[in-house]
């Protein structure tokens, strides 16, 4: 924690400028609700904030285990920031295996809140400890740690409910919820409206047993004291406007809805449901009334081959999965290639190869996205930077796939899908229509005519009089469309296709770029290390070093100025949640340039520290 002296800041209400609490206990303890509602009170407080959902990667991990251990962390501000926090300030630990895994990750001299009634010695086993870790004299030597049993706390209260004791256990969450309120000075009231929200209508006792275990928490604290000291983290100095705290499943949605508006084109969204893109089609189908059509197929390549047909009837295409179901849609992608027909697909990254770490976050699919297909297969592909940054790409990935007809790949992943951050509403009038054109003269018509600048042939609805055409996976004779086996046809198709995207580079914006234009060296990122990027260049910079940082939305085509401005470094770092893949690229692109790939593929993003070791390394 930050802290920051004011005139304000007494001895029993302590200002600071930023903090971090990670509630960490079993799948079924309610840690992602906990976090929720925390970071919900937070941005309605006007808090800046970011967060990191760490989800167990089974289903149902045995109770107490080291492998069911699930966690929400969020870093509230009154300053900008960029990432959920390197390490722990507050740690609320509802078990043994939740004690084990992130206390390493509480910082020396934080506060360590633990349910005692979950130590017993058949917990401390199950997590792998000898003896019961609350007896170490260092646990409190090293962290202020507070001891509550939430369980005893829980079940006093809730003794004249009615409910049985499964019921009124899985309440216990909201004590804790309710003392890190008093600890940190935060209102109950909208945690306690969204509690009625979600129960009062169908489940009242549920909905009275939540509040009432919230309330008992607060006041516990209060009563007690549990600390000398409680602490108060002021709103942050935000650009005015409406704001709201979205995840970047949720952006990637709302964007493709907005994509929709903005082309008059109904959206269609064709899936299979997968960790973790699945709440892509679970947000999508609550939009009916907008016109918007969700299909759940029963496998990936249905899901795809569906978009491919909507956008051949002249509907805006989507699909979405993660690396292992963009495998299986990898010729369906090839068909969408081939009939040069515009379609949105959104990879949702996550740790592989395989069925991997479905639930940990990777930046893996590079490659697969650039080259994952067979034959010479171009797509477009951009990428998101942050949660809200989504929704941006989300519109751009329809705007080229529309004005060039060709499939467009937005990379994003699970970083960035379950975290969240604040956003700023934009207003819809402010943003650029999507031109969307459908041919429909049929004088001098041929189904693979092109525009001379973006080469993208004509869109044409089926059942239009007169433009009557075929499509198909075989090659097509450029101009008539007709199947050709013709070996210069194919190559000079081959190039033709390839052109289309390279033509796109023609079209995009500047990418993000911060610092001088020349020096000694120039952070270059993609996707979901911007947050860590921006983080640690700002440290760095603060101690002296000067040091530039480039970060990359679009990746095929890239940026034609990249030579020219990486001719001004010495050295370029490249951090990357993999073992080098866009160091590759750009190798390949920009041999010239002298790079310094960092990697990581632990399942976990970078943190701060990681990017600003490497950066004060390599500035010596």
């Known amino acids: 924690m930050t802290s920051v002296p004011t005139e304000q800041t007494t001895s029993k209400v302590q200002s600071l400028e930023q903090a971090v609490i990670r509630f960490a206990g079993d799948s079924g303890d309610g840690m992602q609700l906990t976090g929720t509602q925390f970071t919900n009170t937070a941005a309605l407080f006007g808090n800046d904030l970011a967060t990191f959902p760490d989800f167990p990667a089974e289903i149902r991990a045995p109770a107490g285990t080291i492998p069911g251990v699930s966690a929400f962390q969020i870093r509230f501000s009154s300053v900008d920031i960029h990432t959920p926090g390197d390490t722990a300030d507050v740690l609320v630990a509802m078990n043994p295996a939740a004690l084990k895994v992130h206390l390493p990750e509480l910082k020396r001299g934080g506060i360590l809140l633990v349910n005692t009634a979950s130590f017993l010695r058949k917990d401390c086993q199950l997590a792998g400890y000898d003896e019961n870790p609350l007896d170490?004299?260092?646990?409190?030597e090293d962290y202020r740690t507070?001891?509550?049993?939430?369980?005893?706390?829980?079940?006093?209260?809730?003794?004249?409910?009615?409910?049985?004791?499964?019921?009124?256990?899985?309440?216990k969450n909201m004590a804790a919820l309710g003392i890190l309120f008093w600890m940190f000075n935060r209102s109950l009231e909208p945690t306690i409206k969204a509690i009625d929200a979600k129960f009062r209508k169908g489940k009242p006792e549920i909905a009275d047993a939540n509040i009432a275990v919230l309330k008992a928490g607060y006041h516990y604290a209060e009563t007690v004291e549990?600390?000398?000291?409680?602490?108060?983290?002021?709103?942050a100095k935000l650009p005015k406007g409406t704001y709201r705290n979205i995840s970047g499943n949720a952006a990637v949605s709302l964007g493709l809805v907005t994509a929709s508006k903005l082309s008059k084109l109904p959206l269609f969204y064709g899936t299979y449901p997968i960790t973790p893109a699945s709440d892509i089609l679970h947000s999508l189908s609550t939009y009916k009334r907008d016109g918007v059509i969700t299909f759940q197929a029963e496998d990936e390549i249905a899901a795809v081959c569906s978009a491919i047909g909507a956008s051949y009837a002249g509907n805006l295409a989507v699909t979405a999965s993660s690396g292992p179901g963009i495998a299986l849609k990898g010729e369906a992608i090839g068909l969408a290639v081939m009939t040069e027909l515009p379609l949105v697909i959104v990879n949702v990254?996550?740790?592989?190869?395989?069925t991997g770490l479905p639930t940990k976050t990777e930046q893996a699919d590079l490659l697969q996205a650039l080259y994952g297909r067979n034959g010479e297969c171009p797509i477009a592909v951009v990428a998101a930077a942050t949660p809200a940054d989504c929704f941006r790409m989300a519109i751009e990935a329809c705007r080229i796939a529309i004005k060039h007809m060709c499939p467009v790949m937005l990379m994003t992943d699970g970083y960035l899908a379950n975290g969240s951050e604040p956003w700023l509403l934009p207003r819809i009038e402010d943003l650029p229509e999507i031109k969307a054109e459908f041919r429909t003269d049929p004088n001098g018509y041929q189904p693979y005519m092109r525009d001379p600048k973006t080469f993208a042939r004509p869109w044409v609805k089926p059942g239009t009089p007169g433009l009557e055409h075929r499509i198909g996976g075989l090659e097509k004779q450029d101009g008539t469309g007709n199947v050709s086996y013709d070996p210069d046809n194919h190559f000079h198709m081959v190039r033709t296709?390839?052109?289309?995207?390279d033509a796109i580079a023609e079209d995009i914006p500047e990418q993000e770029f911060d610092g001088d234009r020349e020096g000694d060296l120039l952070v270059v990122g993609w996707g979901s290390t911007h947050g860590a990027i921006c983080g640690a260049v700002e440290s760095v910079r603060a101690k002296g070093v000067a040091v530039s940082r480039l970060h990359l939305r679009h990746l095929n085509p890239l940026p034609k100025s990249l030579a020219t401005t990486f001719a001004g470094f010495k050295k370029?770092?490249?951090?990357e949640m993999n073992l080098g893949q866009l160091s590759k690229v750009l190798t390949a692109t920009?041999?010239?340039?002298?790079?310094?790939?960092l990697h990581k593929v632990s399942g976990r993003p970078f943190t701060n520290e990681e990017i600003a070791d490497a950066i004060s390394e390599l500035t010596r």
């Open 572 to 575: 370029i770092l490249v951090p």
């Open 497 to 501: 296709r390839q052109a289309k995207i």
């Open 226 to 235: 549990l600390l000398h000291t409680t602490y108060q983290v002021a709103p």
């Open 590 to 597: 920009v041999p010239q340039a002298s790079y310094a790939p």
């Open 349 to 354: 990254q996550r740790g592989g190869p395989s």
């Open 136 to 140: 170490r004299p260092s646990l409190d």
């Open 146 to 171: 507070v001891r509550v049993d939430l369980n005893q706390l829980t079940k006093e209260r809730l003794k004249d409910s009615g409910l049985d004791n499964r019921a009124i256990m899985r309440c």
